[in-house]
């Protein structure tokens, strides 16, 4: 099993350009996350679903938006690219009852907006 | 979700145990204590987690007080891989996964 699979790894963008963060997971998870990390801080949420068709905001949504069509892919939208969204992001899935808690993470896509 | 306080670094010598506290005085009594670390640059990895009865696996032991307000991660011999950010979350069991992290403790372990 590949776990949880984030690309891209590294992307620049320029401010107001858009850009999808990709993930998917072969776990059969019901439930994905999008986190994002600021250099020297902790996790902050962003989205999350709790299965195909559903999703809902974390911590800090304004700026970004997510779909989930599949139970497989989460991808996270990035419309107008702001400088203050230069950040790492993780993605992450657990599965429902006993396992809803102990998340698996992606290696991260690490972000630059200039 | 109980807020939970951790000391923001501590440094540990290769090979002994490192004991890593966690303040969390507000818990409900159906919120478990989870554990996870990053290790620079990488995703958050799950350690353990327990309600109120000791727990061991094969990275760790997490010891709860009687009261539940506090408890401790034992890496019982740390060496110089665990070097990472430990994050310590209270949260409800089953109740899907949206784990708030605070900024943990900074674990160095030193040759």
């Known amino acids: 099993n590949a776990g949880v699979t984030q690309t891209p790894k590294f992307r620049i963008l320029k401010i107001g350009q858009s850009m999808t963060l990709q993930c998917a997971q072969d776990?059969?998870?019901?439930?994905m996350y999008w986190y994002r990390q600021d250099p020297g801080m902790g996790l902050k949420l962003i989205y999350y679903s709790v299965g195909a068709g559903i999703t809902d905001k974390g911590e800090v949504p304004n700026g970004y938006n997510v779909s989930r069509s599949t139970t497989e892919d989460f991808p996270l939208r990035l419309e107008l690219a702001a400088p203050s969204q230069t950040s790492v992001y993780f993605c992450?899935?657990?599965?429902?009852?006993?396992?809803?808690?102990?998340?698996?993470f992606g290696a991260g896509s690490r972000l630059t907006v200039l | 979700d109980a807020k939970t306080t951790q000391p923001p670094s501590m440094d540990c010598a290769e090979g002994r145990a490192a004991n890593l506290p966690c303040n969390h005085s507000t818990i409900s009594g159906n919120e478990y204590v989870y554990w996870y670390r990053q290790i620079h640059s990488q995703g958050p990895q799950y350690i353990i987690h327990g309600l109120k009865n000791n727990e061991t696996n094969e990275m760790a032991s997490l010891i709860i007080t009687e009261d539940r307000k506090s408890s401790t991660l034992i890496l019982p011999h740390a060496t110089l891989r665990d070097t990472a950010v430990y994050y310590c979350?209270?949260?409800?069991?089953?109740?899907?996964?949206?784990?708030?992290f605070g900024q943990g403790t900074e674990l160095s372990v030193k040759p």
């Open positions: 992450a899935s657990s599965e429902i009852n006993s396992g809803a808690n102990v998340l698996t």
């Open positions: 979350i209270v949260r409800v069991f089953n109740q899907g996964g949206k784990l708030i």
């Open positions: 776990m059969n998870h019901n439930y």
